[in-house]
Nanobody, 123 residues
Framework: VQLQASGGGLVQAGGSQLLSCAAS????????MGWFRQAPGKEREFVAS????????AYADSVMGRFTTSRDKARNTVYLQMNSLKPEDTAVYYC?????????????????WGQGTQVTVSS
C-alpha cells in the first residue's frame, strides 16, 4: 500500500501549485483523506482533509480561502490546489489516508502516509 505525493517544487509568493496524491495497492474510496505539512524545526500540522464522498472538506485557518482539496475516486487520487502562496507555506507536504470515512484534522486518525513532497515559496 503506497501513497505517492507529487507536484511540489519552487514557486514565487503569490503563485499557485497543485499537489497530487495517488494511492496504489488498495483503494481508499471509503476513507477520509488528509494533507499535512511540516516545516523545518516545527511539528507536523494539519492543512486540509476531505471525507470519503469528496463533499465535506476541512481546512486549517492558515490556508482557508487559499487552498482547496478534492478527490477523484475513479483515479484513487486526492488533490491539493494551493493559491496565493506565502513563504510561510514552505514545508514538506504529506498526504494521508484515515481509518475513518469522515474528514478529520487529527493526524492520529490517519494510518497510511505518503513520503512527502517539498514545497518552497520564495519571497
Amino acid at each position: 500500500v503506497q501513497l505517492q505525493a507529487s507536484g511540489g517544487g519552487l514557486v514565487q509568493a503569490g503563485g499557485s501549485q497543485l499537489l497530487s496524491c495517488a494511492a496504489s495497492g488498495r483503494t481508499f474510496s471509503n476513507n477520509g483523506m488528509g494533507w499535512f505539512r511540516q516545516a523545518p524545526g516545527k511539528e507536523r500540522e494539519f492543512v486540509a482533509s476531505i471525507d470519503w464522498r469528496g463533499i465535506i472538506p476541512a481546512y486549517a485557518d492558515s490556508v482557508m480561502g487559499r487552498f482547496t482539496t478534492s478527490r477523484d475516486k475513479a483515479r484513487n487520487t486526492v488533490y491539493l490546489q494551493m493559491n496565493s502562496l506565502k513563504p510561510e507555506d514552505t514545508a514538506v507536504y504529506y498526504c494521508a489516508a484515515s481509518r475513518f470515512s469522515y474528514s478529520s484534522r487529527s493526524n492520529s486518525q490517519y494510518d497510511y502516509w505518503g513520503q512527502g513532497t517539498q514545497v518552497t515559496v520564495s519571497s
